[in-house]
């Protein structure tokens, strides 16, 4: 069976880092890519990174430079580390395997950015 | 970035109505255009995966067709269990985008 389980999540004061872990298991982990998505209170999902099996990322323009996503293939997980936090950071953060989509998720992890 | 806009925003539908949303894209993305349900304090699922294929898993009341700029999903007989958030998704570049949203409320 397939899963994704992030973890890391918490409170945080504002300019305060986190690192957020997906840990995946029931697949073969190197063979995919995998990003992180989150939804903040009372809005939408938004994509904010990923990471192909070969290691390229990519981010949006809100994260780029505070955000950086890794994976460890022998570890079987993705991170998330996430630097100079702001209120806005608040949200639920998923991780997903991603294949045509993103066709398994995670139940989410939630980081709160408060002083 | 590639802008997606989805209408309706939200929508009210008895069971068994015919539903159906719109994701228009900023360029053309040929077929990269997913589809995805979420439910509060759930993870999303993937619904429609290249415009039209369906997931596996996923009942076959719910279809999608679209390419270029403009993209559909529909479900053809509502159900109790379809409420929820749907997101259209773009993957034709490597930093995807989602729709704002069409928030599905059984009447």
């Known amino acids: 069976e397939v899963q994704l389980v992030e973890s890391g999540g918490g409170l945080v004061r504002p300019g305060g880092s986190l690192r957020l872990s997906c840990a995946a298991s029931?697949?073969?982990?190197?063979?995919?890519?995998f990003s992180w998505a989150r939804q903040a209170p009372g809005k939408g999902l938004e994509w904010i990174s990923s990471?192909?099996?070969?290691?390229?990322?990519y981010y949006t323009d809100s994260v780029e430079g505070r955000f950086t996503i890794s994976r460890d293939n022998a570890k079987n997980s993705v991170y998330l580390q996430l630097n100079s936090l702001r209120g806005d950071d608040t949200a639920v953060y998923f991780c997903?395997?991603?294949?045509?989509?993103?066709?398994?998720w995670g139940q989410g992890t939630l980081v709160t950015v408060s002083s | 970035d590639i802008q997606m806009t989805q209408s309706p925003s939200s929508l009210s539908a008895s069971v068994g109505d015919r539903v159906t949303i719109t994701c228009r894209t900023s360029?053309?993305?040929?077929?990269?255009l997913n589809w995805y349900q979420h439910k509060p304090g759930k993870a999303p699922k993937l619904l429609i995966y290249s415009a039209s294929s369906l997931e596996d898993g996923v009942p076959s009341s719910f279809s999608a067709t679209g390419s270029g700029t403009v993209f559909t999903l529909t479900i053809t007989s509502l159900q109790p269990e379809d409420f929820g958030t749907y997101y259209c998704q773009q993957s034709y570049t490597p930093r995807w985008t989602f729709g704002q949203g069409t928030r599905v409320e059984i009447k």
């Open positions: 990471i192909t099996r070969f290691d390229r990322t």
């Open positions: 360029q053309n993305i040929g077929r990269f």
């Open positions: 997903a395997r991603d294949s045509f989509g993103s066709d398994y």
């Open positions: 029931g697949f073969s982990f190197s063979d995919y890519g």
